[in-house]
């Protein structure tokens, strides 16, 4: 915590001095954004999840641990907020199941996928949504207009609209202060918590559910993650259209 | 010209009360829908664009179909459609001005539309539909006044505005495409994801466009006294039955591509669209209402005795804005959404919030329809006079 508060002093500080320099960069857009020096870099990040191991308890804590993070909004209607959920396996997978499958009712936790090829930077009018250089797909909630194409591009339903404020659903003392609560109007989703590896730590639901989602550079062959998907059977999903998803499931 | 839109009957101005009493109830929803967000429509986080976007795309539809008034006048010198021309540009942009207020309408954070210009995308659809759609506004009001403005000094168009004609013609065509495009190009959409699309838009909207134009040339008629030629009405009555034959044409190729294969990612859709799943059957209704009012259309308008009567025709023109209307009004958008992509049958239905913005716009459109056509008819009125 103490190491934590001393790298965002010193951050603030160096963006302080770089936005009197060059002032326009405190309305830096994605293609500007600022890294911390001491995060975690990858080629490209990538996420498998062990649907063998995938429990009621961790799955919720695994979810929880991500909604407090982000200040995702508890809404109990057909316009919630959803970052990571539990679907059943033949929902997510259906392309590459069958009727007699065991695993067909079995929840499983879901979530962007970070794809490779995303349609959703594609369709986006004002790149509000964009790639990183290691392949996360962001967004940044002050650029987005709330056009919603987005959404109609995703195939995965990965991708949340703001209906209502979401002030109004979220209690005042469990807010974050650490990361921005959205306006009305705009799409959010996962973001592999960016915000966490730039300052060097792994993803809030990779924590809480340790040993059952692995997390790493799939480029690099060391990697806990490939080194999984070396040894297991994964399947990713809807893998014929293209969009390279970099969330495999192993079963 | 524009005193002529200030100079007319105790009825004109009535209407024009009326009008602008819808536009004024439609303009306070929307003000409580930008106070509480779009959680005031009946839109959902599987079914994410609904009624606004419906009526956009229907509408860039009948912008469109001014070209079916463009290409017979200029590229055929059909001279029974020199009265009917200025009608059907100034109903295209009365068409556009709606789209753009449909789109504004359903976005989530109108008053940052500006970043599509500030950030422009090109890999983006929504960015070309923007510039097509703004350009063909552009083109229609600048041909139309200056068409009108010549003619009021009783000369030809001028010579530099030809090409300029000529251009709107293509152009007319790129803003339906462009719009099939933002639906076309979804991977994972696989009631959209089709290059019958854009084709299948052209039709519908050579149907409804005209089909609209005939229904305001009858009404000038009556309360403008003033017509706008039976020789045209009957061209674009045969120019409605062709758009609609091929319109069929295609839903037939597309129901028979989705239900001979058999792959459900294709045919789940068309099951929802014409039967309803899991119970959720309304949709199917106004499907069949669709269909049922498209074939009895063309039906009777195949027969030319009953093109020529007045009423039949009046009566066939209804039937055909209510298939197409239905088709690309209801239809089209929520049967892309449904099922989800995770399999789920959500719902959507539209909210009174939502009909009354709706409402509010169409009331926009035709206001602008109104006063326009007051002045394009009273030039008109003016030359023949002497
Ligand atoms: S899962 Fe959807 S939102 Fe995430 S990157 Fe892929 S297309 Fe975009
Ligand atoms: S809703 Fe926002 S992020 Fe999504 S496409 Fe529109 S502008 Fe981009």
Redesign the pocket.
């Known amino acids: 915590m103490k190491s934590n508060r001393r790298k965002f002093i010193k951050f603030a500080g160096l963006a302080a001095l770089g936005w009197s320099i060059c002032p326009s960069l405190a309305g830096a857009g994605p293609s500007r954004y600022k890294r911390i020096e001491e995060g975690l870099r990858a080629e490209r990040w990538a996420m498998a999840i062990d649907t063998t191991k995938l429990t009621q308890e961790v799955m919720e804590r695994a979810i929880a641990a991500c909604h407090e993070l982000h200040n995702v909004p508890r809404i109990e209607s057909d316009k919630n907020i959803k970052w990571i959920w539990v679907e059943t396996f033949y929902n997510l997978i259906y392309d590459q199941s069958h009727p007699y499958l065991q695993e067909r009712q079995l929840p499983v936790l879901t979530l962007c996928n970070h794809c490779d090829n995303p349609p ?1 930077v594609r ?7 964009f790639s990183r250089e290691d392949g996360i797909v962001l ?2 909630f002050h ?9 109609a ?1 995703c195939p995965f339903g990965a ?1 949340s ?1 703001n209906y209502y404020d979401p002030k109004l659903f979220l209690d005042e003392d469990e807010i974050n202060r650490d990361f921005p609560t959205r306006d009305m109007g ?2 959010e989703k996962c973001e592999f918590c960016a915000h966490l590896l730039d300052q060097g730590q792994r993803p809030a639901c990779v924590e809480a559910a340790e040993g059952v989602l692995f997390f790493g550079d799939v480029r690099d062959p060391e990697s806990e993650v490939r080194q999984v998907l070396g040894e297991r059977y994964s399947l990713v999903r809807k893998p014929k259209l293209g969009t390279e998803p970099q969330v495999y499931y192993l079963i | 010209m524009l005193e002529k839109a200030i100079q007319g009957s105790a009825l004109y101005w009535i209407w024009l009360l009326v009008l602008l009493a819808v536009i004024g109830v439609g303009f306070f929803a929307y003000l409580t829908q930008l106070d509480q967000g779009l959680s005031v429509t009946g839109l959902n986080r599987d079914v994410s664009w609904g009624f606004y976007i419906a009526q956009f795309t229907f509408l860039v539809g009948v912008a469109a179909s001014a070209v079916m008034m463009v290409i017979p006048k200029y590229l055929h010198n059909h001279k029974a459609f020199a009265r009917m021309l200025i009608l059907g540009e100034f109903l295209a942009v009365a068409a556009v001005i709606m789209c753009l207020l449909f789109i504004i309408v359903d ?3 109108p008053q ?1 539309l500006f ?2 210009v500030l950030y422009p995308t090109p890999s ?1 659809i ?1 960015f070309w539909d923007m510039v097509v759609l703004n350009g063909y506004l552009f083109l229609n009001i600048f041909v139309g006044w200056v068409t009108l403005q010549a003619e009021r000094k009783r000369v030809g168009p001028p010579r530099w505005i030809i090409p300029f004609i000529y251009i709107s013609i293509p152009w007319a065509i790129s803003i339906h495409t462009v719009t099939a495009f933002l639906y076309a190009g979804l991977p994972g959409r696989d009631f959209w994801l089709t290059a019958v699309l854009a084709p299948s838009f052209l039709a519908s909207a050579f149907a409804a466009g005209p089909a609209l134009l005939i229904l305001l040339a009858y009404a000038i008629k009556i309360f403008a006294k003033w017509d706008p030629g039976k020789e045209a009405i009957q061209s674009l009555a045969k120019v409605v039955i062709y758009a609609m034959l091929a319109h069929l044409f295609i839903i037939a190729c597309k129901v028979f591509t989705a239900a001979y294969s058999m792959v459900p990612d294709k045919l789940e859709h068309y099951k929802y669209l014409y039967f309803g799943l899991e119970g959720h059957t309304m949709l199917a209704t106004f499907s069949w209402v669709a269909i049922s009012a498209g074939v009895i259309a063309v039906i009777t308008l195949l027969f030319p005795k009953n093109r020529q009567a007045d009423n039949i025709l009046a009566f066939s023109m209804i039937l055909v804005l209510m298939s197409t209307w239905i088709d690309k009004g209801l239809g089209l958008i929520t049967a892309g959404f449904i099922p989800t992509p995770l399999h789920h049958i959500a719902t959507y239905i539209p909210t009174q919030t939502e009909l009354l913005i709706t409402l509010g716009i169409w009331a926009t459109g035709f206001l602008i329809i109104t006063v326009l056509y007051k002045v394009g008819i009273g030039v008109r009125k003016e030359i023949e006079s002497g």
Do not use: E
């Open positions: 959703c369709v986006c009018p004002t790149k509000a949504t967004m940044d650029r987005c207009i709330g056009c919603r194409f987005c959404m591009g991708r609209f705009v799409v | 976005l989530g954070q940052r970043n599509v983006s929504l």
